[in-house]
């Protein structure tokens, strides 16, 4: 069953497409945003509610192919039907939302999740129990403190590329069970782990320590991206005649792919990318010290007078 995980993520696609600057987009004659009109007006308005940043997530859409999928977003509602096929509907099409995992994944889940959820149950109940011990204990002349770590398990590309293809096709399985309207179909795919970085191969076969003049330096990620892994794309590409575009979020914002153009994108990608994990730790930290109550009363009072 959908719940608020899905509507945050397509939120989070809508505020990408429709603000600038975290503004919403507005016709500066009448000053309505997107919020403001009706799905008749969208097309003569889209001019103004549309950020023009869209053009640096937006990868082989020609203009009908943008006003096709700005459009879908716009008139996108939840399924009244939640515990079905897809997560959101509009006229002419769908939009269906899941989540993929560059760790090790078992019959239990995602290891990455497990292992960050039993961390986030370590810090909360360690904080309850500092929280006891302080206020029993109080400290008035030194700073305590006390810190939790996690370090990300096991993530490879190889593991991502497991995770979204399984979840895709399982996916595709229940679009061909779907009965309703499937002619502009939208995959959201979220990938919100800071996991890997990518860098293009450009100079691997190059002789070391010769030069390269001003010729142009390798892309380089530190997070990944769909819209620069070979692999993924000619196995997206499969699917160009069922699905017209993926939404794919991720820690570095978002991109939005056609399928039918990814042979075009593959042309500007003559190099392969190196996709490698990453050494992340996370740190949770709490501080304490203590105040005497009289001089807490003292501020508060001094603190009220005028």
Same mark, same amino acid.
């Given at each position: 069953?959908r719940?608020?995980?899905?509507?945050?993520?397509?939120?989070?696609?809508?505020?990408?497409?429709?603000?600038?600057?975290g503004?919403?987009?507005?016709?500066?004659f009448?000053?309505?945003?997107y919020?403001?009109?009706s799905a008749?007006?969208?097309?003569?308005e889209r001019?103004?509610?549309? =950020?023009?940043?869209? @053009? $640096?997530?937006?990868?082989?859409?020609? #203009? !009908?192919?943008?006003? &096709?999928?700005?459009? +879908?977003?716009?008139l996108?509602?939840?399924?009244?039907?939640?515990?079905?096929f897809?997560?959101?509907v509009?006229?002419?099409?769908?939009?269906?939302?899941?989540?993929?995992?560059? =760790?090790?994944?078992? @019959? $239990?889940?995602?290891?990455?999740k497990k #292992? !960050?959820?039993?961390? &986030?149950?370590?810090? +909360?109940?360690?904080?309850?129990?500092l929280?006891?011990?302080?206020?029993?204990?109080?400290?008035?002349t030194?700073?305590?403190?006390?810190?939790?770590e996690?370090?990300?398990p096991?993530?490879?590309?190889?593991y991502?590329?497991?995770s979204f293809?399984?979840?895709w096709?399982h996916?595709?399985?229940?679009?061909?069970?779907?009965?309703?309207n499937?002619?502009?179909g939208?995959?959201l795919v979220?990938?919100?782990?800071f996991?890997?970085?990518?860098?293009?191969?450009?100079?691997?076969?190059?002789?070391?320590?010769m030069?390269?003049?001003?010729?142009?330096?390798?892309?380089?990620?530190?997070?990944?991206?769909?819209?620069r892994?070979?692999d993924m794309?000619?196995?997206?590409?499969?699917?160009k005649?069922?699905?017209?575009?993926?939404?794919?979020?991720?820690?570095?914002?978002?991109?939005?792919?056609?399928?039918?153009n990814?042979p075009?994108?593959?042309k500007?990608?003559?190099?392969d990318?190196?996709?490698?994990p990453?050494?992340?730790?996370?740190?949770?930290?709490v501080?304490?010290?203590?105040?005497?109550?009289?001089?807490?009363?003292?501020?508060?009072?001094?603190?009220?007078?005028?």
């Amino acid at each position: 069953m959908r719940g608020e995980q899905e509507k945050q993520c397509l939120d989070l696609v809508k505020s990408k497409m429709f603000s600038s600057d975290g503004k919403l987009q507005r016709n500066p004659f009448t000053g309505k945003s997107y919020l403001d009109i009706s799905a008749a007006e969208f097309l003569t308005e889209r001019i103004w509610l549309v =950020s023009s940043d869209c @053009r $640096k997530f937006y990868f082989g859409l020609t #203009e !009908e192919d943008r006003i &096709e999928f700005e459009t +879908s977003l716009f008139l996108a509602k939840p399924n009244e039907n939640e515990s079905k096929f897809p997560d959101f509907v509009f006229e002419n099409g769908f939009i269906e939302h899941f989540q993929i995992t560059s =760790s090790k994944t078992t @019959r $239990k889940g995602a290891t990455h999740k497990k #292992e !960050e959820r039993q961390f &986030e149950e370590r810090v +909360s109940k360690g904080k309850e129990q500092l929280q006891q011990e302080w206020n029993e204990t109080p400290s008035y002349t030194e700073i305590r403190s006390r810190s939790w770590e996690f370090s990300n398990p096991e993530h490879s590309h190889e593991y991502l590329k497991e995770s979204f293809q399984s979840v895709w096709k399982h996916h595709i399985d229940s679009l061909h069970k779907y009965s309703g309207n499937k002619e502009v179909g939208i995959f959201l795919v979220e990938y919100r782990e800071f996991a890997l970085a990518m860098i293009e191969q450009v100079y691997t076969a190059w002789i070391n320590g010769m030069s390269q003049g001003d010729m142009r330096e390798e892309e380089k990620f530190k997070c990944y991206r769909l819209s620069r892994d070979k692999d993924m794309l000619n196995f997206l590409y499969q699917y160009k005649d069922e699905i017209g575009y993926v939404v794919f979020v991720c820690c570095d914002g978002l991109e939005v792919i056609r399928l039918k153009n990814i042979p075009y994108l593959l042309k500007l990608l003559p190099w392969d990318f190196l996709v490698y994990p990453l050494v992340v730790n996370q740190k949770a930290s709490v501080y304490n010290i203590s105040v005497p109550g009289n001089m807490s009363m003292e501020k508060d009072f001094n603190d009220g007078t005028t």
